[in-house]
C-alpha cells in the first residue's frame, strides 16, 4: 500500500502524526477498491519522495478508519486533504494530478 517515503495514518495515530506534527501533512484518504485512488497511489508516492524531509505525507484507509473518515466528511475518494499547523490547508476531491499536489504543497511551505 505505501511506499519508502508514505506514513499509514490510522484513526489511533492521527493526531499524534497529522494534528501535531511541525510540519505540513498530505493526507490521501482511499480504499483498496478504489480505481482511481490506486491510479493516484503511484503520484502519491512520487511527491513523497520530492518532498521528503519538508512535508510528511501518508494514506488513511477509509475502510478501517471510519472515525478520522467521518471526522473530516469524507464522502468520496480519493480525498487528498493538505493539513498545516494541525488545520486543514487544503481539500482536493477526486483523481487529481502531480502539479496540482505540487502547487498546493508548496503554497503550504511558505
Given at each position: 500500500m505505501a511506499g519508502a517515503n508514505v506514513v499509514e495514518f490510522t484513526d489511533a495515530n492521527f493526531k499524534t502524526e497529522v494534528i501535531a506534527s511541525n510540519q505540513p501533512v498530505l493526507v490521501d484518504f482511499w480504499a483498496e477498491w478504489c480505481m482511481p485512488c490506486r491510479m493516484l497511489t503511484p503520484t502519491i508516492e512520487k511527491i513523497a519522495g520530492e518532498f521528503t524531509g519538508k512535508v510528511k505525507v501518508g494514506k488513511v484507509d477509509t475502510?478501517?478508519?471510519r472515525v478520522i473518515s467521518v471526522e473530516y466528511?469524507?464522502?468520496a475518494i480519493p480525498t487528498?486533504?493538505?493539513f498545516k499547523g494541525g488545520q486543514v490547508a487544503k481539500k482536493i476531491?477526486?483523481?487529481t494530478n502531480e502539479g496540482?499536489?505540487?502547487d498546493a504543497l508548496n503554497e503550504a511551505l511558505k
Open positions: 475502510d478501517k478508519n466528511k469524507i464522502t487528498v486533504i493538505i476531491i477526486g483523481l496540482a499536489l505540487r
